[in-house]
């Protein structure tokens, strides 16, 4: 099988976020370039996660063009691949559709609450766009500029990237996470994200792989 490695770390990843609630369905998508060449692992179209295996993960070019695996790749190719176009530290990419994140997407804000949160603002807003489309593509790249690793779509769901697919999987994580306590501390009365002094503090640290 071509370019198993990457095709079994999509495969793990994608039934780690079923796992955590994180994707329903056969909604969401997850994506990672090949380290050799310049090709990119992604989930396939309409097809249960669940019973899955690594060979019919399927592979398309850097502009999505589709070249190995059984089944049409996710019809959010255009949004991973203009990502990792456009962002040569992003190798891996997870779109969701999580719940929180979701409806936080139509806040137009999200803060974080606790410190490990903090690695993952400013949390962009897109409006809502097609899904599938170059133009959201497009919105995404542009909401996440140059160092974003996460962005809320309207009425759609989030979007995060990461060096590895550790780091994808940690921005999508606490960024529903973010989105989770958000809600629930509005909900209940006692919402106050983390002051921009402290967020800023933090952010330090794990740049400099001090955090606690």
Not at 22 to 27: A, C, E, R
Not at 105 to 131: C, D, R
Not at 176 to 197: I, L, S
């Amino acid at each position: 099988m071509k370019y198993e490695n990457t095709r079994k770390i999509v495969l793990d990843a994608i039934l780690d976020a079923v796992d955590m609630g994180l994707i329903h369905g056969t909604s969401g998508n997850i994506a990672m370039r090949d380290d050799k060449e310049d090709v990119v692992a992604i989930t396939p179209s309409g097809i249960s996660y669940k019973g899955m295996t690594a060979d019919q993960i399927a592979i398309v070019d850097m502009n999505g063009k589709w070249l190995d695996g059984p089944f049409k790749p996710s019809s959010e190719v255009p949004m991973h691949t203009a990502v990792m176009r456009a962002r040569k530290d992003v190798k891996a990419t997870v779109h969701t559709h999580g719940m929180f994140a979701t409806i936080a997407a139509m806040s137009g804000e999200l803060l974080p609450i606790t410190p490990p949160q903090a690695e993952f603002v400013p949390v962009g807003i897109v409006p809502f766009t097609m899904p599938g489309s170059n133009d959201v593509a497009d919105k995404v790249v542009e909401a996440l500029g140059e160092e974003g690793r996460a962005v809320l779509i309207k009425n759609h769901g989030m979007f995060c990237c990461g060096k590895d697919m550790k780091a994808a999987m940690a921005a999508t994580i606490y960024t529903e996470e973010m989105a989770q306590t958000t809600y629930y501390a509005k909900v209940a009365g006692v919402y106050q994200p983390m002051p921009e002094e402290a967020v800023k503090k933090m952010k330090e640290l794990i740049a400099a792989d001090q955090a606690v």
